[in-house]
């Protein structure tokens, strides 16, 4: 079935650093990322749709110039949070597909320090 | 704006019970509902898809039933066992390919 493959899992980095986190689908062509982050005990929230080869489509209230997502081929997607403080320590869930079903990477936890 | 609710938040309960979650979202117009589970820290395992125009699903000891109309899924799970023990999120397909997911339902199992 799809793979979908994250990483790194974790990361830990200093306030005001950028962190790069990875997404790429394995054995499938995803035009299509989808980028959510989940806060101790709550729901997924999507914060972005990541397009081939185009901008990225933001949610509401999610900032573009923090949260910079590029997807320059069809198997990788990237999300780069930048300039990090502590409130941006979360969990970060990439996902690819579509009306017949969705796959999840495994997640990366980002502590900022 | 669509909202997905799921109850119970949370879920305690001795092995070999039948278990039912329910999902309720307010907008009908939904392309499909899915029905993961997280292991805490872990990412998503995706259980059950019912497209918009299927009633019901099943897998092994799971039964995902989808009532559009009256905005309601449930999924229901058979003889439950301690590995069942995880969160289970609910979510709708949105327009674009956009997922909403429910708060989840927290659900150990207990020997």
């Known amino acids: 079935g799809a793979v979908v493959s994250q990483h790194p899992s974790r990361v830990i980095c200093k306030s005001g650093t950028s962190v790069k986190i990875e997404c790429r689908s394995l054995?499938?062509?995803?035009?299509?990322m989808f980028w959510y982050r989940q806060f101790p005990k709550q729901s997924l929230m999507l914060m972005a749709t990541?397009?081939?080869?185009?901008?990225?489509?933001?949610e509401q209230g999610v900032e573009k110039d923090k949260f910079l997502i590029n997807h320059a081929s069809l198997t990788l997607s990237t999300l780069t949070v930048t300039s990090a403080h502590p409130e941006d320590s979360s969990f970060y869930i990439c996902?690819?597909?579509?009306?017949?079903?969705?796959?999840f990477g495994s997640g990366t936890r980002l502590t900022v320090v | 704006k669509q909202e997905v609710t799921q109850i119970p938040a949370a879920l305690s309960v001795p092995e070999g019970e039948n278990l039912v979650l329910n999902c309720s979202f307010t907008?009908?117009?939904?392309?499909?509902l899915q029905w993961f589970r997280q292991d805490p820290g872990k990412g998503l395992t995706s259980l059950l898809l019912?497209?918009?125009?299927?009633r019901e699903q099943t897998s092994g000891r799971l039964n995902a039933s989808l009532d559009k109309s009256s905005g309601r899924s449930t999924l229901y799970i058979a003889a439950s066992q301690p590995g069942d023990s995880a969160t289970y999120l609910c979510?709708?397909?949105?327009?674009?390919?956009?997922?909403?997911f429910g708060a989840g339902t927290r659900l150990a199992v207990h020997p």
């Open positions: 996902s690819a597909g579509g009306s017949y079903g969705y796959t």
């Open positions: 054995d499938f062509q995803a035009t299509t």
């Open positions: 990541s397009n081939e080869g185009s901008k990225a489509t933001y």
């Open positions: 907008d009908s117009a939904i392309y499909n």
């Open positions: 019912i497209q918009s125009s299927q």
């Open positions: 979510a709708v397909g949105a327009g674009y390919n956009k997922l909403i």
